[in-house]
């Protein structure tokens, strides 16, 4: 599958007539792998495969550099200045600090996406009259964010590339959810009285989503 055709192979003897069959089955999964396939291939990741010197990251919806600074230091630490991400690195570690340095990257943006889910579900607490039992930042591959009946609610590391707004309106998404398990009007209602007009963050999500999941 390519972001603009699609091959199928298929078995000698097979009649056409059962290979569109399957095609047209398929076709809802063809098209999000080729959207997929698209976005792919129209920039950079938006998390580099090896940390280095000039590295650049997708953070909050804006493009941030990376720069490494070799100091006497315990752990490497992260800081965010502006549109650099300063890295700090012990001297001790070596040269070979790319896998040490995406860590700390994923770590530090678990906690920062932990603790703005934590405040927000503080603050529409008292609207909803619920409270989430857990909050959990995970890698998802297909999924922003769900909330299970037991009131747990997991938020995909990925939203940290997303802007601000749009990372904001997925935990209300899901915080509504702690109300209705399900998408019906009365949940939509919900959402809108907390949030607003949501259309511009669903249409980032849907058009972005190949790209950035």
């Keep these: ?27 809802s999964w063809i098209y999000k792998a080729m959207q997929k396939n698209k976005a792919a291939n129209s920039g950079p990741p938006p998390m580099p495969r090896i940390f280095k010197e000039g590295a650049q990251i997708l953070y909050r919806g804006q493009w941030h550099t990376v ?8 752990k490497i630490e992260i800081a965010e ?11 001790h570690l070596g040269e070979d600090i790319s896998d040490k340095i995406e860590k700390a990257f994923r770590l530090f943006f678990k906690q920062t996406l932990l603790y703005e889910a934590q405040v927000l579900a503080e603050r529409y607490g008292p609207n909803l009259g619920k409270k989430p039992k ?4 995970k890698r998802q591959k297909s999924r922003w964010g769900s909330c299970s009946t037991k009131g747990n609610i997991n938020l995909n590391i990925a939203l940290i590339y997303t802007p601000v707004d749009v990372f904001q309106y997925v935990v209300v998404h899901e915080l509504c959810h702690l109300r209705h398990q399900n998408h019906s009007k009365k949940y939509w209602d919900l959402v809108a009285s907390l949030w607003g007009d949501y259309k511009p963050q669903e249409k980032f999500l849907r058009q972005n989503g190949p790209y950035l999941l």
């Design 1 to 27: 599958i390519q972001s603009d055709h699609v091959e199928l192979v298929i078995p000698n003897g097979m009649a056409e007539h059962r290979m569109l069959k399957f095609a047209e089955q398929k076709a």
């Design 67 to 74: 720069k490494i600074i070799r100091e006497k230091a315990r």
């Design 81 to 91: 200045e502006g549109d650099i991400f300063e890295v700090s690195v012990p001297v």
């Design 134 to 137: 857990e909050i959990r930042i």
